[in-house]
């Protein structure tokens, strides 16, 4: 009895597992700007949760568990680039994003422009602003997923959203026609 449940258990899990495909793809391609890539990290982070699935004490904290693989798999594709450098020290510079489907079939313009300030983030603000502010993980789960004190995520999250602010507001002034002045 005890081995059926174990097997139900397991199935259950692999079937969630599965099922976190997308969320996995849409953080990693909102921290890499680069869809191949994204897609080899997620391959990866499932790939190493389905392997090591008996290791998951808590079913309730799969989401969580699954996230922190794939912040793993992130850490480990800078270390295999640079390996001098600590992703923790890291600040990536200004990526544009090449044209891809996504992109060129947006249907608003308010998505391109929110997605390239959040580009322009630094790493780490824009990690912790995909994990808290758009796959809507407590600030305790992020710390968790991306092995950092709690603090640091509020400091993070607060530092990204008023760049953020930021970077929107420079992108509508820019964007607005001057005015004629009506001459006599």
């Known amino acids: 009895m ?16 599965e099922a976190s495909r997308q969320r996995l793809y849409r953080v990693a391609l909102s921290w890499s700007h680069d869809p191949s890539l994204a897609d080899d990290l997620t391959q990866e982070s499932l790939a190493k949760a389905l392997k090591k ?18 912040t793993n ?7 295999a680039l640079r390996p001098a450098e600590d992703i923790a020290d890291f600040e990536e510079s200004i990526f544009i994003p090449e044209d891809t489907p996504e992109h060129i079939h947006g249907s608003s313009q308010m998505v391109q ?11 780490g603000q824009r990690q912790v602003l995909t994990l808290v502010d758009l796959e809507e993980f407590s600030y305790g789960e992020a ?8 603090g ?3 400091s993070r999250l607060c530092r990204a959203r008023q760049q953020l602010k930021g970077y929107l507001s420079d992108l509508q002034n820019q964007r607005t026609e001057p005015r004629l002045r009506r001459v006599k």
Not at 54 to 67: I, M, N, R, V, Y
Not at 143 to 150: F, G, K, S
């Open 2 to 17: 005890q081995v059926l449940t174990h097997l139900f258990r397991q199935r259950d899990l692999t079937t969630r597992i």
């Open 73 to 79: 798999c992130w850490r480990d594709h800078f270390r």
């Open 53 to 70: 699935i008996g290791q998951l004490k808590d079913p309730a904290t799969l989401e969580s568990w699954l996230f922190s693989i794939l």
């Open 143 to 150: 710390a968790e997923i991306l092995d950092i004190p709690i």
């Open 113 to 123: 422009r929110v997605r390239e300030a959040v580009a322009r983030l630094p790493i």
């Open 152 to 154: 640091t995520v509020m």
